[in-house]
């Protein structure tokens, strides 16, 4: 992960490009030769991330995906280790250099947040990591922002370029894209038909992810994030999760949740530890052999969730995990909406404390 | 712990099927006994499960057997009216009826699944049933769908 | 780097039953590789993920004192799927071990001074490892006195009984075993642990308190404490949480922002009392 | 008044009056297409109840974890009281519950509603896919002006986009209501729509399993299937067991279709097709596909349709002599 860290961001008006849509087609079509490249392409629930030869499927203009990109780093299943005959030998991928293509902003800033987490503590996860080594992300900035988006409240922009390494700008007939690293700066010089962009190209970019800036609504975030400790037995969450079916599609939905188990599968002398996506909805998360449950109520998981993101994160790895993407709220069967949960719990600290 | 079995062959290293029968205790396990002690030829092809009752058998126990690998599944239990627990035969039999079509409805094939009735007095009749099930399964080939594919895995 | 996930394997060298329930042994591990027992440098108050490999792993308290040589010990309590296959392993068995985990207790803090162990039930494993630690002659002379409070509900509960006798009998610390209730043939405390530590009384006085016992004896522990004068940033809790990776990722052991895998599971009182009580 | 503020005026007085001392409903949501579970304990919550054709989930499935006694209740606990709001298939649920003992009867107080069905998110958002719905707007005549994120605009028919499991209801007022509000709907027939089972099962077999498979791989186990059936109340299931250990923790289509077979059999006899499950998965997988299936199964072989009167005995939970055999392998 060396490499990532080093790359530094270069005169983005300098070796911004311009690529036409076809050459962009013809440019993915010639990566997925030599690359796994993942793409956001139609799906049943509007868009989804997955693997694609075909060029020509990936969309340009889709909404949030229901899933987000993580799996390209964490995928919901991986094998960790195998064992044959009591002895275990570590797993660790081994894949092909792949692009993620079309990452919205909002998801690739919470792939460097995943990055943080998995290396915390001078402790990193090997498995996270060798795919990590292996993606190059190119971002493509939001114009058009969803019902549920809220990244300017916490941090992101329809351009941001936090977490990818190419921030691809859609201008109608052509894209910008505009390197953010070495790395990508090396994709983009082997790109075959791209011009160096011209101001005013580069003018437009910004115009039209300033005008989706503006589309995005404003959800008040906690400036002070251990304050949130203040209403951690406050009645509000009772309130809050009230309606809460306590199943994990926030989780499994969310570009940072990023908890896992660790399972064991065995036949006859030969087996593996998986490790799985888990979460802190269900009950079973911290249950202990004892029959203790620390978060015992939907109150407890969901404020756990919450503050996860909003207090304890700042304390880890020096930010809020979340990115505003706003699949909670979009996934959520209950209609449990986390901008209502913050302005909730804005009011509850600016009103005098614990309400 | 429930990897796609290994393919269980014979001394000519072809293909035998792997049957999981769940008999009764009181009548269709008694049965196979019977056929047993009678010297009933039948195929070495099952694993006998016994359970206390066919009402004991949780429906979900076929599909669990068909994911470890199972190449086919018998549920036996007492003929309707001779229950040992009077009715648990009966309750499970809607059950049976439920599960069997729903399976069959989400494509697997109905001649890996099979329910029937064995008394105790009927060793020949159990020895039969099993020939009937292990064709079935045998004409069908190994199970693919539902077993469980470690191996695809990432 | 090494991973952090990958087990050492270590062999079954003895299993102790150590309850007449017989729930609860000690498996006396040695590494497979030599080089892992060294690798394996531990403070008593950590603790290891012991695995079955195929299986599962559960978090364990390491039970013997980094004094005890290249071996470590776990004693096990038999509570679920991991552990009803530790206790149905023979002697010669290879486990993993991944570890050590966690902070262990603050010796640079301890050190010189005197302490106040108090455990109860079979929490009290990774007190007897500093317990034995403390004991050992090349680090008796680093503490001041020693007492410990140890409870369990019947004399059959009582954890490495042999070794609790030879405490007995030392001049160079003052152990007070107890059960919940009166039984045949017992002669030591009768009642539970928190009102024996009242009736000991150890003074403050440049003390450490070390507690580590069920939720129930460690609330009604803390409250004695304080009035015996134990201030909060000189109490020490041993924490349990269900743990997975063990190694601050998979985000199950939060109490707030600390871990209690990698930040704990030692904390002051006075560390506990500035997060939510949820543990 | 309309029924959205009678609905408002009798919570209120029920709350007041302490003849409930909640009310379980819907409020409107900020995402669009869909409506929020609201649990209201005051006159002021109350005023946010609100009912609509996004009122997608079953608000039964509240019922067991608001009543459950808790671990070391003494003698003299009792319930608390809930009013609650209940189209057709809530109510079926709430019969089936109570049938269950899952729920005191007394413990709750029903508002019947007449439901003309409910939207079906994944289904609308088709129609703009891949661009996303930004709002919606309900006109007269079961119409819908729907705009996405691009700009579109479309308005649809009511029954382009209701849940398949409104299309097909045959109980669109409540079947048990302590009192009702709004004029009662009119009962329909079979919907519009072809009976999703029986078309998937005049497919030939193997398309039947690649289609299964295929639907069942997008699973992602986040149980909100689960969570949000009023009939999964146990408090440990079957997914999560470790001893025995019925399901691997992995996304092999095996371990997928384990779930999900398993939990569309458990819901035999005991489904009310109320669509909760299908709007609550967020990746839009068509879990009547089995629920139905067993449902038509059901009421093929054994007759009678799932909690509609407390007075029925559950169809699995009785036999006939005269049960059909049809399925035995006869030797």
Known sequence: MTEKKEGTKPETPMDARIVSKEDLIAALTALAQDHTVIAPVDDRTGAVFAPTQDAAAVRLEYRNTSLSPKAAVFPQIETLLAFQDGVATETLPEPPETVLFGARPCDARALAMLDRVFQRDGIDDPYVAARRDRLTVIALACDEPGP??????????????TGADVLATDLGEALLMRPVTERGEALLAALDGARPAEAGEIEAAQERSAAAAEKIGRVPVPSEPARLLEAFDSEIWAEIAAGCLGCGACTYACPTCHCFDLTDEHKRGTGRRVRSWDTCALPLFTLHASGHNPRPSTDARLRQRVLHKFAYGPETIDEMLCVGCGRCVSVCPSGIDLRRILARLDGCIAGGGPG | MTEASERRTDAQGDWEPRIAAFLCNWCSYAGADLAGVSRIQYPPNVRVIRVPCSGRINPLF????????????????????????????????????????????????????????????????????LHTVIESVRELGPAERMVRRVEAMP | MSNPYLPYPVRIERITIENDARDLKTFELSFVEPDHAAAFEHVPGQFAELSVLGTGECPIGIASSPTDGDRVSFTVKKTGVVSDELHRAREGRVLGVRGPLGNGFPLERMRSKNLVIVGGGFAFTTLRALIRYVLHDDHRSDFGDVTVVYGARTPGELLYKDELDAWQDRDDLSAHITIDAAADGWEGHVGFVPTVLDEVAPSPKDAILVVCGPPAMVKFTLPVAAQLGFAPADTLLSLEMRMKCGIGKCGRCNIGHKYVCTDGPVFTLEELSALPAEF | MTVQEQLRHRAAELLADGTID??????????????????????????MLTWNSFCAPNVAALLPKLLRRPDGAGEDWAPQRVGILAKGCVSRSIVGLIKAHQIPR????????????????????????PAAILDAEPLDGDRMLLRGTDGAERTVDLSEILLGSCLDCQHRNAVLADETIGDPVPETGPGPQEDAATSFAARPIDERWEAFEEEISRCIRCYACREACPNCYCTECFAEETEPHWIGVTTDPSDLMLFHLGRAFHQAGRCVDCGACVAACPMGIDLRLLTHKVNRDVEALFGGEASVSLDIVEPLLQFEMTDDEGFITEP
């Open chain 2, 62 to 129: 076929l599909v669990k057997a068909l994911q470890s690998g199972m190449d086919g599944v018998l549920v036996s239990g007492c003929h309707p009216g001779d229950c040992h627990y009077i009715s648990g035969n009966l309750y499970a039999r809607r059950k049976f009826a439920l599960m069997k079509s729903l399976l069959e409805y989400v494509g697997i094939e109905p001649g890996r699944v099979h329910f029937s009735w064995v008394s105790a007095a009927e060793g020949v009749r159990f020895a039969e049933l």
């Open chain 4, 106 to 129: 007394e413990a709750v107080h029903v508002i019947g509603v007449g439901c003309d069905g409910v939207v079906d998110r994944h289904r609308a958002a088709r129609l703009f896919t």
């Open chain 1, 148 to 161: 549920a988006c809220f990244c300017t409240s916490v941090g992101g922009a329809p351009d941001d370029h």
């Open chain 4, 22 to 47: 909640l009310f379980v409903g819907y409020a409107a949501s900020d995402a669009p297409l869909k409506a929020a579970v609201h649990v209201a304990r005051t006159a002021a919550d109350a005023e």
